[in-house]
């Protein structure tokens, strides 16, 4: 059975960072494809940051890029989403999500991920 576990949530002022961890169980998450989401209250689910297999090919939501970082090296540990220069458009849950694709991860929605964590907050705030 696939479990798909978040941690690293947390509450930080503006302008700090936070490391979110994605640990899998069940399941080689450095084969297929991977994602970093978030989601307000309200709001649809926003991925923030995608990865290929093994870590390649890092992709970014313009909301992010320069600040998040994904990551994922060639075995079984993590992933990673490192924020950082926080601010409080970026409070949200945090959710990691994977697929059983290893090919065009770029252009997925969240319909393609299958698998999901349970969620971890980020609460950004003075």
């Known amino acids: 059975q696939v479990q798909l576990v978040e941690s690293g949530g947390d509450s930080v002022q503006p302008g700090g960072s936070l490391r979110l961890s994605c640990t899998a169980s069940?399941?080689?998450?450095?084969?297929?494809?991977g994602a970093w989401f978030r989601q307000t209250p309200g709001k649809e689910r926003e991925r923030v940051a995608g990865?290929?297999?093994?870590?390649?090919?890092?992709h970014y939501a313009d909301s992010v890029q320069g600040r998040f970082t994904i990551s994922q090296d060639n075995t079984q540990n993590p992933m990673y989403l490192q924020t950082n220069s926080l601010n409080s458009d970026d409070t949200a849950v945090y959710y990691c999500?994977?697929?059983?694709?290893?090919?065009?991860?770029?252009?997925?929605?969240?319909?393609?991920?299958?698998?999901w964590g349970q969620g971890t907050q980020v609460t950004v705030s003075s």
């Open positions: 999500a994977t697929s059983i694709r290893a090919t065009g991860c770029r252009a997925f929605g969240s319909t393609q991920y299958q698998y």
């Open positions: 069940g399941y080689n998450i450095s084969r297929y494809c």
């Open positions: 990865i290929y297999p093994a870590g390649r090919y890092p």
